[in-house]
């Protein structure tokens, strides 16, 4: 599967959307509102993964994204990182999830946190897989009821020792 990382445009809202309503359950995915103000918010970064026609290089349809942001501490912080089933295991999580590391890195953020639920085994896999911690748990965070892990990987450390 070959893809392009790219910028959020404006005109690729609703799409982002129905990514988010698709991957993951009522009570724990973004309502529009929801997910426009995140992606608006002063020190957000979007980053879009779009399949490429191998064969003529031109997009061909969004697959994943996520929305990440830097505080004014320093602290970064991933709201969410969205990719379609069919995409999955397909290294574009990996890649939007590096892009946005790299971009919170340029602007000097020391290390970036995030929540997933409790019961999200293929998240916890992937993000341990990535250098993320265990920080605590947060019972009953998401609007379903379900507990959240708050995850956490240092920036800088990782930097420097790299």
Not at 42 to 48: M, Q, W
Not at 94 to 105: F, G, I, M, V
Not at 121 to 131: E, I, N, P, S, T
Request: with cysteine.
């Amino acid at each position: 599967m070959e893809f392009i990382l790219r910028d959020f445009k404006r005109e690729d809202f609703e799409i982002l959307w129905d990514i988010d309503q698709k991957c993951f359950s009522p009570g724990i995915s973004y309502s529009r509102l929801e997910l426009a103000a995140y992606i608006r918010r002063r020190g957000s970064l979007t980053i879009v993964a779009e399949l490429i026609d191998a064969k003529g290089g031109t997009a061909k349809q969004i697959v994943g994204f996520i929305v990440a942001e830097v505080d004014r501490r320093g602290m970064g912080h991933v709201i969410t990182i969205d990719v379609v089933a069919a995409a999955r295991r397909s290294g574009v999580g990996s890649s939007l999830l590096a892009a946005a590391e790299d971009q919170l890195r340029a602007v000097r953020c020391r290390s970036v946190r995030l929540e997933t639920a409790v019961d999200n085994l293929g998240a916890l896999g992937f993000y341990k897989r990535h250098g993320y911690f265990l920080e605590r748990t947060v019972p009953h965070y998401y609007s379903n009821g379900v507990d959240a892990l708050i995850l956490r990987k240092d920036l800088l450390a990782q930097a420097k020792s790299s």
